[in-house]
Each structure stands twice: as structure tokens, then as C-alpha cells.
């Protein structure tokens, strides 16, 4: 718990007069919730007995009063501790992206995409409950029973002895029931990761998956981790619902207790009914909050395994140090010295040596999975060198900005990556959107006959992955966003593998067109496309010869 309040204390230290609210309402529900069970001493004893008109007109008020300052703070003390509670999730939300997306692309290889979902997700809602619920109602349930005890105590403090021995005797194993829980929900939030997981893979596989008719093995699958995550979660209810009936049975049994010496009491004349019965009333109402202190104690468990889940990943450091240097146009030369990559014990590059000049045309061939693709990803710095050294205008990769880095390089892969939102914010990707600019990348990329014959034309919205595109339009609208870039550098692997070939020799126009004072990587198997290149580098199981310069 205290591991817990120090790490979300950043998040949470700017609500201090929201805090004093909510306290200051949690102080009024408790006071008048101590204060009706009071009550009801005066109104057995003045009303019922002593059958006073003049209480007979006050103490109904003074109840409704006692009910209403009640549902007044608790109304308070919600909304209070739910705004702050948002607010603490949209905050953690946010920096937990922030942490991702400056994180190496060796994590994201390593960690499914759905646990990730799940950790930004779910586990940031149940820290939500524990800022917003847990928090509040803990104090208040707290503060509430220390009003009851008072009542209690001051009714007969010979009968609060009797009626409180509960409070010790359940400690244990309550604490037995808490620490299980806590281990379970570990377990469970795992396995609703995996189930998160699968769905994000099932979702962005369902071309193949239809195609294959993979529907019925997909089912199987997650039919089986969603009954583990089903008895995962019986296992905390038939667990976590332990305490209510164990409180339950030590409370009857002092409350039996308390009534048969309590009732000795009244008979003897030792005490009053009303007092009694407030006695009796305050220790039946005493039993709900510490059974709900329980409860929150018992949740409280998941919470303290998201907070442990969400620090995984913001106390992270990202493998890439950044540099201090800021890239500036022009690219001379591109420099490869002794290049050596590993992804995991698998060496992928292996001293690779190469210059890339201005106003060059590059080409890298090869079988795949030798090496073209890992070098790029090292030219953008996705990757860290394992050994040798990459160097721009003589100066060494590491030493500048990744941002700046990439503000100068373009790229156009295999995969196309298409958002859900306009055509025209696409393709101005990164950058701030210039309609005549948009206008023109299109036109440059052979795609403008078919954009400008849309009823939205550059306003058209994409579907997600840009489903209503066919793969040759798709990857001309990446092509027209590498355009808009206007980069040093642009990287175009297998580019245009989608496209016919009408539409390939008027891209390599526009290459040839836009090739003046750049540096043009090709990664391509075409010999059509090859021939655009100055120089051509054979890659084979991570080594590389110049065939052609």
C-alpha cells in the first residue's frame, strides 16, 4: 500500500483542496451517520416512553436532518474523488504512451501488442477504483466507524467490550484471505493480457483467418483461455467472499452476546431501552463498515498488481539514448563502418562497411531475410548498432536527436501503414497539412486520378488499415507521404511491389524527378527498378558486395 500512494503520488499531489473536500465530506457522512444511530436513544426514551410532544415535534427533523447531511457528503465526497480519479487515469494514461512510444523496437517485437492494450486499459482502470473508491471510501467507512464505536462506548462501555472482541479475532484470517487474493488477481490480470492479446490477433489477422477457414480453430483457442480466465476469476469470488460470512458469524455471535446481557441490563433497570437500543443500533450499522473495509481491502489487491503491471512499463528505460545534436540539412554522406547487428543470439549484419552520397541512388538486393531491411531500420535508428558505427556528415548517429533524425528520412515499406482519418492527413503524416502540397505528392505518386474522383476527394476518411483501398492505392498514398516529407533521405523498400507496370515506370519518373539532392535507397528484386540505381549492394546472410557502381 505505501509502495503503492509513493508512486502515484505525482498524480496525484495537485488535488489537495479537492482532497480537503471530499474529507471534509467524508467527516460530515460519518458524524451524521454516528448521529442517527444516536438518535434513537431519545426518540425510544422522550417519544415512546417518557411520551414528550415537544421531542415528538423536533426529533423527526433532527432525523430527516441527520439523513440528509449524510447523502449530502457522500454525494460530495463522490464526485470529488471521481474527478480526481479520471483525472489520475487520463495523466497515467497518457505518460504510459508517452513511455511506449520512446521505447526501442526490440520491446515491441518482444511483447504482444494486446498485453500492452490490456496494461493501458484495464489495469489503469482498476487504478482508477482504487483513487476514486478504495481511497475515499476507506477513509469514510474508517471515520464512520469511529463515530459508531463512539456511540458504542459511550451507550455501555461494559457491552463494547463484548460487542468489538470481533475485530481482533478476524484479523488473521482475514489477512490469510487478503494475501491469497492478491496472488490470484496476479494471475488473473495475466490472463485477461492473453485474452486481450488474442483478440487483437484475431482482429488483425481475419483476412487470413476467413480465408484459411481458420474461424473454428480461432474459436477453439480462445474458448479455452477464456475459461481460464473464467475460473481464475471464480477462484477470487469463492476466495474474496470468504469475509463477509466470517464477519457475519463473529458478529452474530457478539451481537447474541450483547443481547442477552444487554437485555439483563434493561430488566434490572442498569439501563434504559432508547439507551440499548442506539447500543444495538450502532453496533448492527458498526459491522456493515468494517465488512466493507474489508471488501475494499480484498480489491485494493488488484489494484496493488496493476499499479506493479503499469510501473513495469513507466520506470522502463529506453535501451536507444537519445542524442544531444540536432540534424541538419544537407545530408552529404552517409557513412556504414564496420556495422555488426544481433537481434537476440542471431547476427543479422555482419561488418558491413558502405558510403551513400548526395545526389546517389541506391540499391540493396538480396534474398530475404539477409540483412537489407535491418540496416535501414539501423539508418533510422529503430535499432541499436551491436558493433561498428553509422555515421552522418561525419558525425555519429548516436550523437544526434532521433527525432531529428527521422524529421530528414522518409520511408515506404512492404507493410503499408494506413490511418483511420482523411486522405489528406495520411498523407501529411507528422507534419502540418498543406493542401496544395498534399495535392501535389498525390499527383506525383499516380493516385490523384482516383483521389480527386472521390465525392471528398483529399477529405475522404480511410478505413482503418485502409480497407477501402486496393494494395497498389494503398501503397501509392504511402509513397505520396514520403513525397510530402520532402526528406534528405528516402528509403523505399519494395515500394512498388504492389503496382502494375505501367504505374511502376511512371513512379520511376518521379523518382528520377525528385532525386536531385537526396540520397534514394532502393530495396527491390525487380531488375526494372534496379536499373534506376547508381550503385548496387548484394546482401547475403548479413554481408554485403558491390555488384554494380
Not at 116 to 131: F, K, M, N, P, Q
Not at 308 to 315: H, M, Q, T
Not at 492 to 512: F, G, N, Q, V
Request: neutral net charge; aromatic residues 10%.
Amino acid at each position: 500500500m505505501e509502495r503503492f500512494l509513493k508512486r502515484f503520488y505525482p498524480y496525484i499531489r495537485n488535488y489537495y483542496g479537492y482532497f480537503f473536500i471530499a474529507f471534509l465530506a467524508t467527516i460530515l457522512t460519518a458524524a451524521c451517520t454516528a448521529w442517527g444511530t444516536y438518535l434513537v436513544k431519545p426518540v425510544l426514551d422522550d417519544i415512546f416512553i417518557k411520551k414528550d410532544t415537544h421531542m415528538l415535534v423536533i426529533l423527526p427533523f433532527l432525523v430527516v436532518l441527520a439523513y440528509l447531511g449524510k447523502s449530502l457528503g457522500m454525494y460530495v465526497q463522490t464526485y470529488f474523488m471521481d474527478y480526481i480519479g479520471l483525472d489520475v487515469v487520463r495523466k497515467v494514461r497518457d505518460r504510459m504512451l508517452e513511455c511506449l512510444l520512446a521505447l526501442e523496437m526490440e520491446f515491441f517485437n518482444k511483447i504482444r501488442s494486446g498485453e500492452l492494450i490490456a496494461r493501458i486499459t484495464h489495469d489503469i482502470g482498476l487504478i482508477r477504483a482504487s483513487v476514486s473508491n478504495y481511497l475515499a471510501e476507506s477513509l469514510r467507512e474508517s471515520l464512520t466507524v469511529i463515530g459508531l464505536v463512539g456511540v458504542v462506548i459511550y451507550q455501555s462501555p461494559k457491552l463494547a467490550v463484548v460487542g468489538l472482541v470481533i475485530m481482533p479475532l478476524a484479523v488473521y484470517p482475514l489477512s490469510r484471505i487478503i494475501k491469497r487474493i492478491k496472488n490470484i488477481s496476479k494471475l488473473n490480470q495475466e490472463k485477461n493480457s492473453d485474452i486481450t492479446a488474442k483478440l487483437s490477433e484475431i482482429f488483425n489477422n481475419i483476412e487470413i483467418i476467413k480465408a484459411s477457414n481458420g474461424e473454428e480453430l480461432e474459436k477453439k483457442n480462445f474458448a479455452s483461455e477464456n475459461h481460464k480466465f473464467f475460473k481464475l476469476g471464480l477462484k477470487v469470488t469463492i476466495i474474496g467472499q470468504l469475509s463477509s460470512p466470517l464477519m457475519e458469524l463473529l458478529g452474530s455471535i457478539a451481537i447474541a452476546f450483547v443481547i442477552y446481557l444487554g437485555g439483563s441490563e434493561v430488566i434490572e433497570g442498569k439501563m434504559s431501552a432508547g439507551a440499548f437500543f442506539s447500543f444495538i443500533t450502532a453496533l448492527f450499522m458498526l459491522y456493515t463498515p468494517i465488512k466493507r473495509l474489508v471488501s475494499i481491502a480484498s480489491a485494493w489487491q488488484e489494484a496493488l498488481v496493476a499499479g506493479d503491471r503499469i510501473f513495469e512499463i513507466l520506470d522502463r528505460e529506453p535501451q536507444i539514448k537519445d542524442g544531444k545534436k540536432e540534424l541538419c540539412p544537407p545530408i552529404e554522406c552517409i557513412r556504414v563502418d564496420n556495422v555488426s547487428l544481433q537481434y537476440a543470439a542471431t547476427e543479422v549484419l555482419s561488418h558491413v562497411n558502405l558510403e551513400m552520397h548526395k545526389n546517389e541512388i541506391i540499391a540493396f538486393v538480396g534474398k530475404s531475410g539477409s540483412g537489407k531491411s535491418s540496416l535501414v531500420n539501423l539508418l533510422l535508428r529503430l535499432y541499436e548498432v551491436s558493433s561498428g558505427c553509422i555515421s552522418i556528415n561525419g558525425t555519429p548517429l548516436s550523437a544526434y536527436t532521433q527525432k531529428s533524425i527521422r524529421d530528414n528520412v522518409a520511408i515506404v515499406t512492404q507493410r503499408i501503414f494506413i490511418f483511420n482519418d482523411s486522405i489528406a492527413a495520411n498523407v501529411a503524416y507528422g507534419c502540418d497539412i498543406d493542401t496544395d502540397k498534399v495535392i501535389y505528392s498525390l499527383k506525383k505518386a499516380q493516385v490523384w486520378d482516383f483521389i480527386s474522383s472521390l465525392p471528398e476527394g483529399i477529405w475522404t476518411i480511410l478505413d482503418e488499415f485502409g480497407a477501402n483501398l486496393s494494395g497498389g492505392q494503398r501503397q501509392r498514398i504511402a509513397i505520396a507521404r514520403a513525397i510530402y516529407k520532402n526528406p534528405e533521405v528516402l528509403i523505399l523498400d519494395e515500394a512498388t511491389s504492389a503496382l502494375d507496370a505501367k504505374t511502376e515506370e511512371a513512379i520511376k519518373s518521379t523518382i528520377a524527378d525528385i532525386r536531385k539532392d537526396k540520397i534514394i535507397i532502393l530495396i527491390a528484386h525487380r531488375p526494372s527498378t534496379i536499373e534506376l540505381a547508381d550503385k548496387v549492394y548484394h546482401f547475403e546472410n548479413g554481408n554485403i558486395s558491390l555488384l554494380t557502381s
